[in-house]
């Protein structure tokens, strides 16, 4: 880390100043009702080091509904119950096409590219259900983001999910196309519940920030020293955020940022700087790949001020 | 770096042991006649240190094919003429489809995804031509490379280049497909011929690790100290070698090995371990993605056992 | 036509006793568990004449699962309730690819290319729906399939229509896809259920060739004179099922028979000679494209020994 | 056939009045720059009825390029020379996709879905050429040409041929992309530059209409009772330009025209009424399938009034 925590405080302070004051601030999510409210003025940026120090700005403690970013803890959690049978289900390439498209479905017989696509992550909760009530495999989320953030404040915004229960006919068609292919075991009404529901958790960019910490220290929470996974588990999942964590925008995000990271259509990016820091930013109007426009570009920043990425 | 040179030497002469007994060694590819007749128990690391120290074993001498390694000093050369101009012509994002697809062409009106992809490369190789001629515009990369290796002694094998231009139906398809769309400004002829003949060059693991010092080291020659190109160059080149470099095997290497690498159907893998090292391995068989099957697994054992992954 | 009604009656029970001989039967399909338990050594055919005459052999009088072949019947009713508005919301287009394919969907937002394909027939169901009830629907379509065979005993085997409903999970996917693209106006929960009741419709060969009269006849029911269409859209829908109504096989069907033609995967096959005949022929085993094997072959032999191939 | 010569000959006129009259008149094709320079305002119509009488209007007698027509011909030379064995290097389904698209070669790994797309009419070319010379290759298609025609004055235009061969990327990519899957046997130059000039011929209405005879009487030229193929063949090629005929419009020709027919992007038709009648129609502007607008809406009037289409 070449910086001290002085230069960190005051280049996040600026950073977040700079995006508020911007005018170009990209298009919130519309598909979802819920969230075509949010106010596009929002940005929030909190990061948390090795030692434990924080540093934020802007919106930093306001909720907004992580959604895609919840793929990153139910990959966690599935890797913890499934191990490497989960890889049966859903591939590890990035997937040269849209979140949501199908396409790639049919030419590879219904298995998913990726944990991070939608259809991809709807199989991962398929694996954490197994059996269970949706209920049950919801709370174990709920319980385990709640444990690797320290924090039993964060809780599910219903009407979120309520609203994307409703309208989202395009996640309901991924689901029952990999049925009809038995890649999903549970109903898919079920395993989509727990979908729509995990995505609507609400956090805030400390929380975030907070619970990507394990995957920033080799698989430990470096303030109770305990281990959420094994290194190599970390490391791999940093590897496939990097890939595939942006939809089809990683490269750029790669290219742009050096970090792994994960995005959702909340505006909420968690990222990662191996060994060093946790960072959640968020700004609600997205680009054209359904990523944080101005999240992106503090990270941007921040990588580039801070020397983060991990490409040298 | 975690390691001393002497565990370094160990680590190294113990894999390329391993490598050299195991029985499972992919399938050489056989599309271009001339590298079909590479035997395939051929086996070769090369590892050079920031501080220029080589760690060597197996055929870390003998000469191969490079075929698409080639592509990140063509990408590096175009970057150094057209600077971001040359992105109107290529993509930065991964592909999702094998490296030979036309498909992903046909829905992007004939811009290539990423510039390691074969029609990717081919349009780089275009914006070196622009204009001149093939000899000239070979005479430039071949000097780059030389340059870039400390190593005059580097050439092209003719056989090969013949043999692919005699064979190499395919990379004429993708570029006539590209040349429909005004994406190629040179006449194909003049593009390809450059193209087969650049992916013709014979290096070894050392030369190839030699040439790959600069983006191990933030853009310059650790051992003249000139920059080559700039810091933030040399980390996007490896951002797009850890997204892009292995096809549609690029998540692969990424979870399991953790670093920035391009590979070629000749067996050769150049690997970059930011501010460490810069690694070349190389065994002719490959795996279905068409990476060098005992290359990878070489690379992932170095990657665990030196504690060299980008990812934590 | 070029023959008297003793050497039809010949050619048929001719093609009918062949046919129950032959050893290739296809594969009766089975991703509708209720379907695959039909018997593959069934063999139906029927043949009604502009005069009412009426030739048939083997088990003519058999009911079986139209399952797809009441698309045609549907598309009728919807052009007669939308008119040219249907095109909307269906292309007339060959899909170039299987009956049940995603693909082609997301390259044309959400639009089926034809309305005989699943997704296109969906639609059509939904243009029939436009609000109402399912029951009311459905009750719609039955009604309009007696009167056009003068049949009332005609019905839907509701164990079919719970079998598909259990299983059609790629169904319910192409539904709630059209619905992201607003391509289907109704509840999907309705939508669907009048189209797998409307799928589940039994009819003997006898009925289906009755059924078929007014496509023969330029939209007139020959025995009563009555007009069900127009001349120009009862031509018109022969030209779709001409072109389209035996998915990614109408090209092969076109070349070998040479008439207009609905198949479905119940193994019954309506076709039709304009200004001649209305026929149906039933045998449950497929082809590798969804058709009737022996059905179309059936038919392939009649065409030619009648003489009847609108292509010369 | 419902109408007198007399009726025939008004009702051609009164057709080749109203289009020639009508301000909408399509894109002249712009990507073959010989073929750019064609005035849009031609239109010309001929109709060769069994009898050998002849009905023509416009410019009937103005020679244009033939264009995709000519893979009427080659076909059924291709047929002639190798039989059913052609149907092993390509299909007989409708593309559903563009007439130069290379989507579909990729899937169906280079055996192009029919005859009457570029990559299909390039491997029928490939056929006919069967390791002789393209100058020999060339001279065997023009004699037949010249031989169904009973007119030797028909020539290739080899401003045309040379005007595509310089600025035909696509096809070369076609040909070579099904060369590298062994689908062309003979060199990619020698196949296209048959293909190329047998493109290139030019032939007027009443040429078209003329060499068309063959497929409307049961594959015998009408004059002289010479049998050019079997009726069967006739028949069967009459059901690929049906369905496959006006590329990605061929459903909508069927639909609205309800004749087997087959564009060129020269603006020709040549359309076949089964048993009574052989026409070419022409006029340079084309639709956006790449078919001629006023040639299909004048075939559209043609086959209404007269009480043409084959579906009844």
């Not at 059996?131 to 690797?148: C, D, S, T």
């Not at 996974?229 to 942006?246: D, F, P, W």
Request: proline share 4%.
């Amino acid at each position: 880390m070449t910086s001290t925590a002085a230069v960190l405080h005051d280049v996040v302070a600026d950073i977040a100043a700079q995006m508020k004051a911007r005018p170009d601030r990209g298009e919130v999510a519309t598909y979802i009702p819920e969230l075509a409210r949010v106010d596009p003025a929002g940005f929030g940026i909190c990061v948390v080091g090795a030692d434990g120090a924080v540093a934020s700005a802007g919106d930093s403690d306001a909720p907004f509904s992580i959604q895609s970013v919840s793929k990153v803890f139910t990959l966690t959690l599935a890797l913890g119950m499934a191990g490497d049978r989960l890889w049966r289900r859903v591939g590890r390439e990035p997937s040269g096409s849209p979140f949501n498209s199908v396409v790639q479905l049919e030419y590879e017989r219904g298995v998913p590219r990726n944990p991070f696509i939608n259809a991809g992550a709807i199989a991962v909760t398929d694996v954490i259900l197994s059996g269970h009530q949706p209920k049950e495999a919801l709370g174990e989320i709920l319980r385990f983001i709640r444990f690797i953030s320290d924090d039993d404040g964060i809780t599910i915004d219903k009407a979120v999910a309520a609203s994307e229960q409703r309208t989202g006919f395009r996640n309901v068609a991924l689901a029952n196309y990999m049925k009809s292919f038995g890649v999903l075991e549970n109903p898919v009404d079920y395993t989509l519940g727990v979908y729509f529901h995990h995505c609507a958790i609400a956090m805030s960019c400390r929380q975030l920030a907070m619970a990507g910490r394990f995957l920033a220290h080799g698989g430990r929470n470096p303030s109770t020293g305990l281990s959420v996974v094994s290194q190599e588990r970390a490391r791999r999942i940093n590897a496939l955020m990097l890939t595939c964590g942006h939809y089809d925008g990683s490269g750029e995000f790669a290219y742009r940022v050096g970090l792994p990271g994960k995005s959702g259509v909340g505006g909420g990016i968690l990222a990662i700087v191996p060994g060093v820091a946790s960072i959640a930013v968020w700004s609600p109007g997205l680009d054209a790949s359904g990523n944080s426009h101005l999240g992106r570009i503090a990270l941007e920043q921040l990588s580039k001020r801070m020397g983060w990425s991990i490409f040298g």
